[in-house]
């Protein structure tokens, strides 16, 4: 837990109630339900190493994520995703594979792979490591320009910051994502402006879709 440089506060919370743990068992019972994102990450990351509000849930063998769910994941999960697949769906059924429609087959061959690589690049964004740093307490990052972080007690260089939500520092962080469901950073901001351009490629092209098809009928 130590490796990454995440909230002091959050390990000292997570230390305390390990220590209860081991010296008296649970302190008291938790509810079944307490209606906010932790019912989420308690019953579908249960498995996942933690660390600060991210959640590893593939790792190699040197501790380093490979597949990380962000601290917004429910929303990416549960509402971005259907929306792509449910919106594009009923376009590609009503619409793209319809014969009645009058599309020429091979428009489908363009319609399914723009969804299919809009909801890959969606993957590589929201379940890659944003840019976790590690904790550096050696006083010569000092001297080379870092600076002092008492959120997590390490040294940053100056083009990392601290994400409150992650709970975590996150080199080159830019802001949270919501509806991809984590911080965007240095490791996955390419892919970020790819699925941005893309899922905006795929709205236009349903919406121009639908359009079309709303002439066709008035006409």
């Known amino acids: ?4 440089a995440v909230s002091v506060r959050w390990e000292r919370e997570q230390a305390e109630r390990s220590r209860q743990m ?11 339900l307490t209606c906010t994102i932790e019912d989420f990450n308690r019953y579908f990351c249960c498995c996942a190493r933690r660390v600060g509000s991210m959640f590893f849930l593939l790792e190699r063998k040197d501790g380093s994520p490979v597949v990380v769910a962000g601290p917004c994941w429910p929303f990416c999960t549960f509402v971005t995703v259907p929306l792509i697949v449910v919106l594009s769906g009923l376009v590609g059924y009503f619409i793209v594979s319809n014969p009645r429609t009058g599309l020429p087959w091979w428009f489908a061959l363009i319609y399914y792979p723009i969804i299919a690589f809009v909801l890959t690049v969606l993957f590589c964004v929201s379940c ?4 976790l740093m590690e904790r550096v307490t050696d006083e010569e990052a000092a001297e080379n320009g870092w600076f002092w972080n008492e959120q997590v007690g390490s040294y940053r260089p100056a083009g990392a910051m601290y994400c ?14 919501p509806w991809t469901g984590t911080a965007i950073g240095k490791r996955n901001m390419l892919p970020f402006k ?10 236009y092209f349903s919406v121009g879709l639908v ?8 006409t």
């Open 1 to 4: 837990m130590g490796r990454y």
């Open 22 to 32: 081991s010296e008296s068992g649970p302190v008291r019972q938790r509810p079944i």
């Open 128 to 131: 890659r490591d944003p840019g």
């Open 164 to 177: 409150r939500e992650c709970k975590a520092l996150v080199y080159d962080y830019d802001h949270v994502c």
């Open 194 to 203: 790819i699925f941005v351009f893309s899922v905006n490629l795929l709205c």
């Open 211 to 218: 359009i079309w098809q709303v002439m066709e009928k008035i």
